[in-house]
Structure formats: structure tokens, C-alpha cells
């Protein structure tokens, strides 16, 4: 079942773009069935430091999220499928 939930976010200026370039890239590969890790490389010393605030929506559909991580401790995947 498809729900609509909202996402706002703030971050720094500079990363914005290669943000919403990561989720254009998501939405394309979904639109023509292609499939790939898509990644951002989330530089938490530097100033990569987004805030997220989204509708609770894990609580009220009862999911359980698959975390995939390398055993480097430098990646963290999440596979719905």
C-alpha cells in the first residue's frame, strides 16, 4: 500500500543539490526498474550535518527496516526489497 508522509529538512547550502540529485536518482531508477546502491557520503566532521523532521510513519505501519553494515564501520545500507 502506497502512503504519503512529509520530509523537511535543513542543511547546509552547499549540499542541497547533491542531495536532491541522490533522490532524483532514486526516483529514476524506480521509474525504469533499475537497481543499484545510491549513496551520500555523509561527512559528519565536516558540515554535513542535515536535520530531519518527518511524520512518524515506521510506528504506524509496524515495519521493521533491513540495516545492512559494513563490517568497517563506514557504511550503512537499507534494503526495503
Known amino acids: 500500500m502506497e502512503r504519503n508522509f512529509t520530509i523537511h529538512c535543513k542543511m547546509e547550502e552547499r ?3 547533491y542531495f ?3 533522490l532524483n ?3 529514476r531508477n ?4 533499475h537497481s543499484e546502491f545510491i549513496g551520500l557520503y ?3 566532521d565536516g558540515d ?6 518527518y511524520d512518524k510513519v515506521l510506528s504506524a505501519i ?3 527496516p533491513k540495516i545492512i553494515r ?3 564501520g563506514q557504511m550503512t545500507m537499507y534494503d526495503a526489497g
Do not use: V
Open 15 to 17: 549540499w542541497i543539490a
Open 20 to 22: 536532491i540529485k541522490m
Open 25 to 27: 536518482e532514486m526516483e
Open 30 to 33: 524506480g521509474s525504469i526498474g
Open 42 to 44: 555523509a561527512d559528519g
Open 48 to 53: 554535513f550535518r542535515p536535520n530531519f523532521e
Open 62 to 64: 509496524g515495519d521493521k
Open 70 to 72: 559494513n563490517p568497517s
